[in-house]
């Protein structure tokens, strides 16, 4: 099930890689921090593949962000 649509899709993108950047990780870091593979994070990241509600989650715990931010519902 797609939850993300085509604008909130781009806005996860720039802000998982953003905050991936903030923290000093690659995209393999961060695959393997969440049990991903490294071609998700990627496609995460070029707005080719919308997240499940999971990886959502663990995103935002591993980044102590809000899901609300992650997808661009919220700027904090």
Request: avoid cysteine.
């Amino acid at each position: 099930m797609n939850i993300l649509n085509e604008m909130d899709l781009r806005v996860f993108a720039e802000r998982i890689k953003e905050l991936r950047e903030e923290k000093g990780l690659t995209s393999a870091d961060l695959a393997r921090a969440l049990n991903r593979r490294t071609g998700v994070i990627s496609k995460w990241e070029l707005s080719q593949r919308m997240p499940k509600a999971d990886s959502l989650f663990k995103l935002a715990q591993f980044f102590g962000v809000s899901i609300d931010y992650l997808v661009g519902l919220s700027d904090e």
